[in-house]
């Protein structure tokens, strides 16, 4: 297994490796110390649960939230895509890398990939859904639908505790 593959994900996560998930979802700037006593178990606990979940998979990076409007991405949109016969694989990874685009996602239906993208005003929004995506080789058509307002969910394992 490669340095950078995880290994294979333990049997189960227990209450204790979920709420340090939750814990470090809300919060991925906390410290051992404060893991410890946010989830009451020593400072050395929490700190072998959290290499083990990095060493497992579970937690696969650690970085700050970034509100892309501070950044001056002012207008956001899903882009729905549709393609041919070409590697999903391949196109993702082209459209991932256009400016703008903050995700690519294979989802199952009748479309084949949704795009997050982000813009400083919607001239630019639509430059880039219509000059970059719509145009790509591979692309047989597109969808946009602008995103009025967005409101954040639960984060993995913050919900209540209902796994078993």
């Not at 993208?117 to 001239?123: I, K, L, Q």
């Amino acid at each position: 297994m490669s340095e950078h593959s995880p290994s294979p994900a333990p049997a189960g996560l227990d209450a204790i490796d979920r709420r340090i998930v939750a814990e470090l979802s809300r919060d991925a700037r906390l410290s051992m110390r404060q893991v410890a006593a946010l989830v009451h178990i020593s400072r050395t606990a929490a700190h072998t649960r959290v290499q083990n979940l990095v060493r497992h998979g579970v937690i696969i990076g650690f970085g700050a939230q970034i509100d892309p409007r501070a950044l001056g991405l002012h207008v956001s949109a899903l882009v729905v895509v549709k393609i041919g016969d070409v590697s999903w694989t391949d196109i993702a990874s082209r459209l991932s890398k256009l400016p703008f685009v903050e995700k690519a996602q294979a989802v199952s239906g009748d479309i084949d990939i949704i795009l997050t993208v982000s813009a400083p005003d919607h001239e630019q929004l639509s430059q880039a859904i219509l000059r970059d995506i719509h145009s790509m080789p591979g692309v047989i058509s597109t969808r946009s639908h602008l995103i009025l307002e967005e409101i954040a969910g639960h984060a993995p394992a913050e919900a209540p505790d209902i796994w078993h």
